[in-house]
Nanobody, 124 residues
Framework: QVQLVESGGGLVQAGGSLRLSCAAS????????MGWFRQAPGKEREFVAA????????YYTDSLKGRFTISRDNAKNMVYLQMSSLKPEDTAVYYC?????????????????WGQGTQVTVSS
């Protein structure tokens, strides 16, 4: 069992930056692949970024490459999403997710555990 708690969301102006954090409980964090997804009002939850259990492989949705960076610290049971050059269209609830496969999965169906989400609002 893994519990995930996101933090770091908030209101930011376009062009600004935010760093989201996801704290995971449990001693087996280093065995999980981790992902970030987001869901805007009226839209489906979409893939943002994912990282393998070792951090050796990372994937991003193409439209966010260069602006978002995912990282993890297995010693602290943490995963992060650094977001820069934010745009109003980045406004969404951002979710952290864990997969027992250890892979960096782009498919939300591949994840076993989800956090409650943190709201990110980018004003124009």
């Amino acid at each position: 069992q893994v519990q995930l708690v996101e933090s770091g969301g908030g209101l930011v102006q376009a062009g600004g930056s935010l760093r989201l954090s996801c704290a995971a409980s449990g001693r087996t964090f280093s065995s999980f692949g981790m992902g970030w997804f987001r869901q805007a009002p009226g839209k489906e939850r979409e893939f943002v970024a994912a990282i393998t259990r070792s951090g050796g492989s990372i994937y991003y949705t193409d439209s966010l490459k260069g602006r978002f960076t995912i990282s993890r610290d297995n010693a602290k049971n943490m995963v992060y999403l650094q977001m820069s050059s934010l745009k109003p269209e980045d406004t969404a609830v951002y979710y952290c997710a864990a997969t027992i496969s250890g892979a960096a999965d782009r498919d939300r169906g591949g994840y076993n555990y989800w956090g409650q989400g943190t709201q990110v609002t980018v004003s124009s």
